[in-house]
């Protein structure tokens, strides 16, 4: 197999990638197999987006292609349900506050709902929470880790590093000659454009919050050696990274946004809290842009997964369709391009269907599988692998048994369950078909057969069908059906 090269935005080169921990063997000369793997989390404020989910497909492929490389990945996804504030450098609303005043809720049941849906739309997109290879992927919350954000506050204290001004303790980048290494980043313009006044009591424009006083009661706050309040937003990817994963992790991802300031942020307070490497692997992933514009609520232009299936698309064509690109990437949305890319889909999962069932074997096709390997070892070329994929479907000389086995060991790397049955390729469906789906089952359920004919044909108007089985009833669209 060939060697696994990732692009490293601290390197700004494709490296080949081993893990820096020596295993309990090391001694005896046994690589080591386990790689500690960090991805920035969503902040459960509100619903996330397509273009947030394109992060979690992204380092789903990731620890998928490490764990067809052979690896062990230890994986930690964040939760962010402490408040932080709009700007970078912790000026403005506590977004989880406002949105808990709205709905007259605590921030709490906000955080819980919005966590669940999260997790939802992670299973639909078939983001892996464990395998076979690697343990459950850990989900830490931010406000279960509220002493070692303090502790590590008062490290960077005793090391000189913190500063203390009317509204919190803050970081003294000045003291930190690195800063901004991580994309090379201009700290003279860092400042521009903010939407909100710097904090004139800060040092520097580029110093940040650890720590935030309560000025008035809030939803979320804690006691601390500097009196009650809360975290600033950087520091808990450091402390729950560092004590879940190790003081030097091996890779860590996030958009290309969080490299200005949350992750050269992160850097800092870490480095210089322990005098050692963070991160090894800095991976970003590129924005997703809808009709060639920003995703905003400003624009009306959000779309979330829910959406995609009043338009025919599913969430696994919707990953197929981010699988088109490199996660480097500036992909844009288009009704158009996401329909052709579940059309593609579809027919994929046509050809599979068509293959011999018993044809699973071992014996992959050697060509095609160096192919393969190469590809997406190749910082996750997963649009080769798909094209190499159709070769192989449209090639003759390559056997049932062959195209079988090698697309079945590649679907582990592409999660588009493409071996999958009707009723497992599900959608998010739209809240309307969903209720004609309950009260045909609860007509079903009584025995009013007319009742339910009828739903189940305003069910296929709409098009969508149902299938019945002896576990119940799903939804699906009607080309789907055999």
């Known amino acids: 197999m060939s060697e696994i090269r990732l692009y490293n935005t601290l390197t700004k080169q494709k490296e080949v990638f ?45 620890k998928r292609t490490l764990e067809h490389g052979g690896y062990r990945v230890q994986q930690v996804i964040n939760i962010t349900d402490v408040g932080h504030l709009v700007g970078d450098g912790d000026e403005g609303e506590d977004k989880m506050q406002v949105t808990a005043q709205k709905q007259q809720r605590s921030s709490k049941e906000i955080s819980e709902d919005y966590t669940k849906e999260f997790f939802g739309g992670l299973a639909a997109l ?14 830490p919350r931010a406000t279960s880790y509220i002493p070692e954000q303090i502790a590590l506050i008062e490290q960077l204290e005793r090391t000189g590093f913190t500063y203390k001004i009317s509204d919190g ?33 800060k040092r520097h424009s580029t110093d940040f919050a650890l720590w935030k006083f309560s000025n008035t009661k809030r939803d979320q706050e804690w006691p601390s050696p500097w009196g009650v309040g809360f ?3 950087h520091i808990e990817c450091s402390a729950m990274a560092m004590k879940l994963l190790g003081t030097t992790i091996d890779i860590h991802t996030g958009g290309i946004d969080h490299i200005p300031t949350h992750h050269n942020n992160e850097i800092a307070q870490s480095e210089a809290s322990t005098g ?19 995703i905003s609520k400003s624009l009306g232009n959000t779309i979330y997964l829910k959406d995609l299936a009043a338009h025919g698309v599913t969430p696994l064509g919707f990953r ?24 593609a889909y579809e027919r994929l999962l046509e050809q599979v269907r068509g293959l011999p069932k018993g044809s699973v074997s071992d014996k992959t096709h050697a060509r095609y599988r160096k192919v393969l390997d190469s590809a997406i070892n190749d910082d996750l070329n997963t649009s080769k692998v798909l094209a190499t994929i159709w070769d192989m479907l449209k090639d003759g000389s390559v056997s049932s048994e062959e195209k079988m086995s090698t697309l079945m060991e590649f679907d582990k790397v592409l999660g588009l369950k493409q071996n999958t049955s009707v009723g497992v390729l599900s959608y998010v469906f739209a809240p309307e078909i969903v209720a004609l789906k309950d009260a045909r089952d609860l007509a079903r359920q009584n025995r009013d057969f007319k009742k339910s004919d009828e739903l189940r044909a305003a069910i296929k108007e709409k098009g969508y069908d149902i299938v019945d089985t002896a576990k119940g009833s799903t939804l699906v669209k009607n080309s789907l059906l055999p």
């Open 320 to 343: 197929y369709w981010l699988l088109t690109a490199s996660y480097r990437t500036q992909m844009n949305f288009t009704w158009e391009a996401v329909k052709g890319a579940q059309t």
């Open 231 to 233: 975290p600033g937003w």
């Open 126 to 139: 078939n983001i892996e929470f464990a395998s076979g290879q690697s343990p459950a992927t850990e989900f």
């Open 276 to 294: 050692k490497a963070f991160v090894r692997f800095w991976l970003h992933g590129a924005h997703l842009l809808i009709d060639g514009q920003k």
């Open 169 to 201: 303790i803050y970081f003294d980048t000045s003291k930190f000659p690195q800063y901004g290494k991580l994309g090379n980043i201009d700290i003279a313009g860092l400042s521009e454009g903010h939407r909100i006044a710097v904090n004139s009591e």
């Open 18 to 62: 081993t893990p820096s921990r020596k295993g309990v063997l090391g001694f005896l000369g046994i690589p080591n197999k386990t790689v500690t793997m960090y991805n920035c989390g969503p902040t459960v404020y509100q619903s996330l987006h397509i273009g947030n989910y394109r992060a979690y497909v992204f380092a789903d492929i990731l």
